[in-house]
């Protein structure tokens, strides 16, 4: 059974660094043609891609968050993290973890974390 | 970026068929696959994965559930429709980073 599940601070102050955490069971991120993604969706708002870790240890990164996102894993203790820096109100959020896999080509996000909300607020 | 257009809202009748579009601002397909994927999402929830490459079937998804397309046009097809399938449908392409999602179309009972 495949299960995720997000972790955060809750609430941070704008230009901090928010750090969160993945923790995952059902799979793991040593074998072929594992990944996981992040993905976050503002309170009524759509969804946007932020990063993914494979793996390999590839790391892919959405542009428009420029050299904010840093993702990384832990396989040993099934976890992946994303940092993001420099946050402000826009970050504002509930941010999701999801499984992917790749097999010739990338599949969609087939198991999701249920989310943790993520308030920047003065 | 690959910008993926949904129409905002769409209103059917129980056991009515419901069709959901997706195009996308330019082709998500390679020579063998439709990289397009749509996904539900309840008030509350997370998204669940309905239909992977555009036409296949994700586990435990009942087989009411049926995607097509090819290119740039694809659709999420419901048939027949029930009153649990009241969310937001969102389509989703992994043909080229950064993957993108179209801005959801939220399924209504007329």
């Known amino acids: 059974q495949v299960t995720l599940k997000e972790s955060g601070p809750g609430i941070l102050q704008p230009s901090q660094t928010l750090s969160l955490t993945c923790t995952f069971s059902?799979?793991?991120?040593?074998?072929?043609?594992?990944?996981v993604g992040w993905i976050r969706q503002p309170s009524g708002k759509g969804l946007e891609w932020l990063a993914n870790i494979w793996w390999d240890d590839d790391k892919y990164y959405n542009p428009s968050l420029k050299n904010r996102l840093t993702i990384s894993k832990d396989t040993s203790n099934n976890q992946a993290f994303l940092k993001i820096t420099n946050v402000d109100t826009a970050d504002t959020a509930t941010y999701y973890c999801a499984r992917q896999g790749y097999v010739i080509t990338t599949t969609g996000f087939d198991y999701w974390g249920q989310g943790v909300m993520v308030t920047v607020s003065s | 970026d690959i910008v993926l257009t949904q129409s905002p809202a769409l209103a059917v009748s129980l056991g009515q068929r419901a069709t959901i579009s997706c195009r996308a601002s330019q082709s998500v397909s390679t020579s063998s696959y439709n990289l397009m994927h749509w996904y539900q999402q309840k008030p509350g929830e997370q998204p669940k994965l309905l239909i992977y490459d555009a036409s296949n079937l994700a586990s435990g998804i009942p087989v009411r559930f049926s995607g097509s397309g090819s290119g740039t046009d694809f659709t999420l097809t419901i048939n027949p429709v029930q009153a649990d399938d009241i969310a937001t449908y969102y389509c989703?392409?992994?043909?080229?980073?950064?993957?993108?999602f179209g801005s959801g179309t939220k399924l209504e009972i007329k």
């Open positions: 989703q392409q992994s043909r080229e980073l950064p993957l993108t």
């Open positions: 059902g799979f793991s991120l040593s074998t072929y043609g594992m990944g």
